[in-house]
T-cell receptor, first 117, second 111 residues
Framework: EAGVAQSPRYKIIEKRQSVAFWCNPI?????LYWYQQILGQGPKLLIQ????????DSQLPKDRFSAERLKGVDSTLKIQPAKLEDSAVYLC???????????????FGPGTRLTVL | GENVEQHPSTLSVQEGDSAVIKCTYS??????FPWYKQELGKGPQLIID?????GEKKDQRIAVTLNKTAKHFSLHITETQPEDSAVYFC??????????FGKGTKLSVKP
């Protein structure tokens, strides 16, 4: 079974520029998460989708961050304009909607490391 | 808000010794507590989890204990090996089904 795919793996941009990250979850996983992981800290949830609807975006800085999951499969996370403090690893995770012993488990992708100069 | 505290932040042990990492959570409604291992340049990977209706769970050299009353849960790794060296995160399930993570413990196992 293929895991969660993310691209690009690394991105370096200047502050005030824009950047977009892509995530392809595990096939059949209805729930998709974007997390921000600052160096030396645990992942922090930015947004949660169920199919193509937003379940929780309370911690998403909506003045600069946006995310979409138009067809309920792939998702993109965008930052516009980027700030120095956005330097972090952006992790995508997916989870099956219901059923079976792995219902709670979130499967993470390798992440995209963003450096804002 | 919901919060998870994790200790210690770094832990160094000799190969073959045991390692214990402890976490506390704030939301008494949390009912699912996973532990993730993150190696350099990779995403977190689930190593063991426990639900609130169970006090202890074991999988080979790894065990997790949960004290719901005290809102504590712990990871125990026995007979540590160099390949156990990584950052370990505890987490608790939040009210929206999301995970609230601790800040991580960097475990170093010296040969």
């Amino acid at each position: 079974e293929a895991g969660v795919a993310q691209s690009p793996r690394y991105k370096i941009i200047e502050k005030r520029q824009s950047v977009a990250f892509w995530c392809n979850p595990i096939s059949g996983h209805a729930t998709l998460y974007w997390y921000q992981q600052i160096l030396g800290q645990g992942p922090k949830l930015l947004i949660q989708f169920q199919n193509n609807g937003v379940v929780d975006d309370s911690q998403l800085p909506k003045d600069r961050f946006s995310a979409e999951r138009l067809k309920g499969v792939d998702s993109t996370l965008k930052i516009q304009p980027a700030k120095l403090e956005d330097s972090a690893v952006y992790l995508c995770a997916s989870r099956i909607l219901r059923g079976g012993p792995i219902y709670n488990e979130q499967f993470f992708g390798p992440g995209t490391r963003l450096t804002v100069l | 808000g919901e919060n998870v505290e994790q200790h210690p932040s770094t832990l160094s042990v000799q190969e073959g010794d045991s390692a214990v990492i402890k976490c506390t959570y704030s939301d008494s409604a949390s009912n699912y507590f996973p532990w993730y291992k993150q190696e350099l340049g990779k995403g977190p990977q689930l190593i063991i989890d426990i639900r609130s209706n169970v006090g202890e769970k074991k999988d080979q050299r790894i065990a997790v204990t949960l004290n719901k009353t005290a809102k504590h849960f712990s990871l125990h790794i026995t007979e540590t090996q160099p390949e156990d060296s990584a950052v370990y995160f505890c987490a608790a399930k939040g009210s929206q089904g999301n995970l609230i993570f601790g800040k991580g413990t960097k475990l170093s196992v010296k040969p």
